[in-house]
């Protein structure tokens, strides 16, 4: 017996399968994260109607039959995301937060807010709503938030003295800890990155949800630089592994001197 199903999903990642075939994974707003086989997509071109491009927005038509995969039998392209392909920088950009879900997500598990955040990040960087940096420090904050592994800026994670009462202005982070570490237990525990008090301040305000809020927040090129040092160190900390896109952001970055 077959059974069809139909879900908007978000291209994340392809790979080709004998002369005629692709393998896709999606991560999709009723199914969580899928892979399928996409017959003939290969072979010719119109059997999708050119739809299957990385990070685009589809909603699909999936059959589940006997085979060892879900078959993709539709694909309707809702939104190409053109101008994030046609740009190197943000190329990379959304081949991070692809690679990121694709390795965080475990399959069929439903996330629709992580969809809606995946979804909201490449619309703006398609756009060119919001600086790629900012977007990136959007995504990775929201995620950690939503997968209940946020970082606790708010006391410190052994002795739970408040932020504000801590001295000094580089503040120790520990991520085995979750959290702020204060120098009187420094000794205890080593900090594995510190962090400016502003720079804290930063994180919490683009991990708030409220694109709004976040438009209008004015933050130094040095706090941007702090939180993505940051979060580019705790995501793949968290992750088990380090993304292989982020060894060519790095690459990117000094290339361009930023
Ligand atoms: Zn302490």
New binding site residues.
């Given amino acids: 017996m077959t059974i069809c199903f139909t879900t908007p999903a978000i291209l994340l990642r392809r790979v080709d399968f004998g002369d005629n075939d692709l393998i896709l994974t999606f991560f999709s707003l009723t199914r969580g994260k899928i892979s399928l086989i996409a017959k003939s997509a290969r072979k010719s071109q119109k059997r999708f109607c050119g739809a299957l491009d990385l990070f685009s927005a589809l909603d699909l038509v999936v059959s589940i039959g006997h085979g060892r995969l879900p078959v993709l039998q539709e694909a309707t392209l809702k939104h190409p995301f053109c101008q994030i392909r046609s740009d190197f920088k943000k190329t990379t950009y959304a081949s991070y937060f692809a690679e990121i879900i694709n390795n965080w997500m475990e399959p069929a598990v439903v996330q629709p807010r992580t969809f809606d955040l995946l979804y909201q990040v490449l619309d703006r960087l398609d756009r060119s709503d919001l600086p790629d940096e900012l977007l990136s420090i959007v995504f990775q904050m929201t995620l950690m938030i939503i997968s209940g592994f946020s970082p606790n800026f708010s006391t ?6 408040e932020m504000d009462c801590l001295n000094g202005c580089r503040i120790g982070i520990n991520f085995a800890k979750g959290g702020l ?2 120098s ?2 420094n000794t205890a525990v080593s900090p594995m990155v510190y962090l400016s008090s502003g720079t804290i301040k930063h994180l919490q305000w683009m991990g708030c949800g409220d694109w709004n809020k976040i438009a209008r927040a004015r933050f130094s090129a040095r706090s941007i630089q702090e939180s993505l040092g940051f979060l580019e160190a705790f995501v793949p900390y968290h992750l088990g592994k380090e993304p292989k896109s982020l060894s060519v952001l790095r690459q990117l970055r000094s290339a361009q001197g930023t």
């Fill in positions: 410190c994670c052994l002795c739970h003295t570490i204060c009187s237990c």
